[in-house]
């Protein structure tokens, strides 16, 4: 019995978060449906989830349920549908709002920085840890009688 | 030496940092816009006031004018409505109204009460004109200058101080400049 309870807690946890998955999926905020061609409703799904709603800036319009959001998407579907390419939609919107709306900058010389810091800062760390290393090489160990030096 | 520089240089960069992240009167969340210096995008809507007539910006152009983009479900709007009431009465520059996301009986209820600033306001009925502008909230208010371009954006509730020390001499300069 004592051995149950937590089995049966874990189960109905794991049931019930499998069962709920559904009623999130249903709960998406699209309110034209899919689009027929199921390419144009995959570059649909790839470009809103790139697309940062302004109003809440840490959503994209695929996630957000903002008016603007709405919009937006609507905007998005229109030109796939008018044959439009993900460049052309990229920089409408980025026209119109700055680049700030990709969560996926483009590599430019404005946009290096953000690309290039984290190679910067595993190169610094890396430059630390070896100095840092061979000034330990250099140190004598410590469980030798300071005499001997 | 190196001991003394490094730590000082991270100090400055740090200070640096915290005062212009951390600037109170900084708002984090108003962006840029990309239209600055570029033509203004045209629009040609039917007014909020009287749907027989049209404001067009064609018929703007050759002028300096200001471009509010509000809706009557916008708490700020109501908040900067009567510093507008005040612009309007200056006779500075046309003001022009964008309703965004709105019904147009609201719109007109709230302009017939609390009083109209606008020369005219366009009905943006689906939100077009507003993505054309790169409108992500309200109150946003663009200033246009004589050949057509947005040479300004503010966007938050507009105010005297605002008006007084963004807009004036933008306005001055942009008509000295001719057109």
């Given at each position: 019995m004592r051995f149950l309870r937590p089995t049966l807690k874990l189960a109905a946890l794991l049931l019930s978060s499998v069962l709920s998955f559904p009623v999130l999926a249903a709960g998406s905020v699209d309110v034209y449906g899919e689009l027929e061609n199921p390419s144009l409703q995959a570059r649909y799904e790839h470009i809103t989830e790139d697309l940062r709603c302004l109003v809440c800036q840490n959503e994209s319009i695929a996630d957000s349920n903002v008016e603007l959001a709405a919009d937006l998407r609507r905007q998005v579907r229109e030109m796939l549908i008018a044959g439009k390419s993900d460049d052309a939609i990229f920089k409408f919107m980025t026209d119109r709002y700055?680049?700030?709306?990709?969560?996926?900058?483009?590599?430019t010389p404005k946009t290096w920085l953000i690309w290039g810091a984290p190679f910067i800062m595993v190169a610094v760390g890396a430059v630390i840890i070896i100095r840092v290393a061979r000034q330990r090489a250099r140190l004598p160990l410590d469980d030798e009688p300071a005499s001997e030096n | 030496m190196w001991k003394f520089v490094i730590p000082v240089a991270a100090f400055v960069a740090l200070a640096v940092l915290f005062a212009v992240g951390l600037?109170?009167?900084?708002?984090?969340h108003a962006l840029p816009s990309p239209l600055i210096g570029k033509a203004a995008p045209k629009f040609d809507l039917t007014d909020?006031?009287?749907?027989?007539?049209r404001v067009d910006t064609a018929a703007l152009k050759g002028q300096v004018y200001v471009l509010n983009v509000w809706g009557t479900w916008c708490v700020a709007c109501r908040e900067e409505h009567d510093e507008l009431l005040a612009i309007a009465q200056q006779h500075v520059v046309p003001l022009i109204g964008l309703d965004y996301m709105d019904q147009r009986d609201k719109a007109r209820q709230w302009l017939t009460q609390l009083g109209n600033p606008y020369q005219s306001v366009g009905f943006d009925t689906d939100g077009r004109t507003a993505i054309d502008w790169g409108?992500?909230?309200?109150?946003e208010t663009f200033l246009v200058d004589g050949q057509g371009r947005v040479i300004f954006k503010f966007i938050s509730p507009m105010t005297a101080e605002v008006w007084q020390n963004e807009f004036v001499p933008r306005i001055a300069a942009a008509r000295r400049s001719g057109a």
């Open positions: 700055g680049e700030f709306v990709r969560f996926n900058p483009p590599l | 600037n109170p009167h900084r708002d984090i909020v006031m009287d749907p027989s007539r409108v992500y909230g309200a109150p």
